[in-house]
């Protein structure tokens, strides 16, 4: 620790990366108000945590200079917890999204970090630092933060957040996080205040100069990531919340409609009725069940995350398969249904359906339902739950429960999936796949070797794909 003295140089640059932290704080913090929860499935959020890891550990190490220097132990040994824990709390959200394993290892690390920034809180309290008044308020502030967010995170676990007290203790988390990110600025204040009262060092030019480029270094990566990845991460955020408009265009011709059930529950989604319709004649119905992409409340991004959609919507294909197209829109953080940590709306496209095949002569002996990702989970989970209903199913990336493979024996599937898919493994199609043909049936599936999560492009271009689908009708 002695290569790195506490001079002018120390103090500039611990507090230029402590302004780093503050500011990739706040953006993650408005970024996941902004988005919610699927920030954490934007493809450059893996990038950006590790970058915000870094850009954490990066001031938290001055501190530990700084703490050590002035023997404030107990806030000494409190960075170290915390910075022990964000390492792990990397860890262990890198390992959900990449391979879902470790999920209920988040909230006890998340608690434990909580706890580790209280006793953080306490060394500045308690230690020789409280008699310096902005390190005695950084305490008190990082305290009542922690407290704060514990007593959240607790109600939130306890209570959910779907309530309109869970969404507001939700909001004041994230309000929260902001303040914690924003106490830093007084350890800002305070390094520049001590700076002032030191004489420039009496080393040699050389020595110096080389210890001020490892800090320019460091400064400037961190300002170069936080931009990249930043802007990368924002973009993601707005086209997460936005239909492009590709999508606003596909979404053109349907109509613009939604079904409420009886207990208030309300299905935004678009419906196409087939080309050249003729009243009074019998035409199949394609669910069109979109991925993650998709969620929202706009009624037209589910265009963006909906293959079906996307291939149907084609005029050729329009032409050829003449068919109605219902695309629904599944809300933030709900599924189709096949995912236990989301709360599932099957029940209410099922109804949905119900009230359209009243009003238009929909033939039910060639309802069809296609799906990838969120879609592909949900098609699983559709002719699991209603196989009399559906004629066809084409999950693609999702994946089915082997328990129900006996009751879809007689459903003709043909499933695709990515070996090398990190966001739903490709063994969640295999070994349904597999259930199904030992209980009788015989899907057809199709692997892609080289192709991970996204194989839009290989499924879409598979010969006879949508003449197969078509061509099935039930008995």
């Not at 001590?194 to 004489?199: A, H, V, Y």
Request: glycine share 8%; charged share 15%; proline share 5%.
């Amino acid at each position: 620790m002695k290569a790195f003295p506490i001079n002018r140089d120390f103090y500039f640059f611990g507090s230029f990366l402590i302004g780093l932290y503050i500011v990739a704080n706040t953006l993650q913090t408005v970024v996941q108000m902004w988005v919610g929860y699927q920030m954490f499935w934007l493809p450059s959020f893996g990038s950006w945590l590790l970058v915000t890891c870094a850009i954490y550990l990066l001031p938290s190490l001055f501190l530990l200079k700084y703490y050590h220097q002035n023997q404030y132990r107990l806030a000494f040994f409190g960075t170290i917890a915390s910075s022990i824990m964000v390492l792990l709390q990397v860890i262990v959200l890198t390992a959900i999204l990449r391979a879902r394993q470790l999920q209920d290892f988040y909230n006890p690390v998340l608690y434990l970090l909580l706890f580790a920034g209280l006793v953080h809180a306490a060394g500045l309290l308690t230690s020789d630092a409280r008699k310096k008044p902005l390190l005695k308020t950084v305490g008190l502030g990082l305290g009542i933060v922690n407290v704060i967010l514990l007593i959240s995170l607790t109600w939130i676990l306890l209570s959910g957040n779907k309530s309109s007290t869970g969404i507001f203790v939700q909001k004041l988390a994230e309000w929260t996080t902001i303040a914690g990110g924003l106490v830093w600025a007084l350890f800002i204040r305070q390094f520049m205040g001590e700076r002032s009262l030191l004489k420039e060092e009496q080393v040699s030019t050389e020595s110096r100069k080389s210890i001020a480029d490892i800090y320019a270094f460091f400064s400037f990566m961190g300002v170069f990531f936080i931009l990249l990845f930043g802007f990368m991460i924002v973009r993601q955020g707005y086209y997460n919340t936005h239909a492009t408009p590709a999508a606003r265009k596909m979404a053109n011709p349907y109509e613009f409609r939604s079904y409420t059930s009886s207990k208030g529950e309300t299905l935004q989604y678009r419906f196409l009725k087939p080309l050249d319709y003729e009243p009074g004649k019998k035409y199949p119905m394609v669910v069109c069940l979109h991925g993650g992409a998709g969620w929202g409340t706009d009624n037209t991004r589910q265009f963006d995350g909906s293959l079906a959609a996307q291939m149907l919507s084609d005029y050729t294909n329009r032409e050829k398969y003449q068919a109605f197209l219902f695309v629904p829109q599944c809300p933030p953080m709900h599924s189709w249904g096949g995912i236990p940590a989301y709360k599932a709306i099957d029940s209410l496209v099922f109804e949905a359906m119900a009230a359209l095949e009243k009003e238009f002569d929909i033939d039910e002996k060639r309802r069809y339902v296609m799906g990838s990702s969120l879609g592909g989970y949900g098609t699983w989970h559709f002719i699991s739950t209603r196989p009399e209903m559906f004629a066809a199913a084409i999950p693609v990336s999702g994946e089915g429960d082997p328990d129900f493979a006996k009751e879809i024996v007689d459903v003709p599937v043909w499933a695709f999936h990515g070996r090398t898919d990190v966001n739903v493994p490709v063994s969640g199609s295999q070994h349904i796949i597999q259930a199904v043909k030992n209980a009788g049936g015989s899907p057809r599936y199709t692997e892609y070797p080289d192709r991970g999560h996204d194989i839009w492009k290989q499924v879409r271009e598979t010969p006879g794909l949508m003449a197969w689908m078509f061509a099935q009708k039930k008995e």
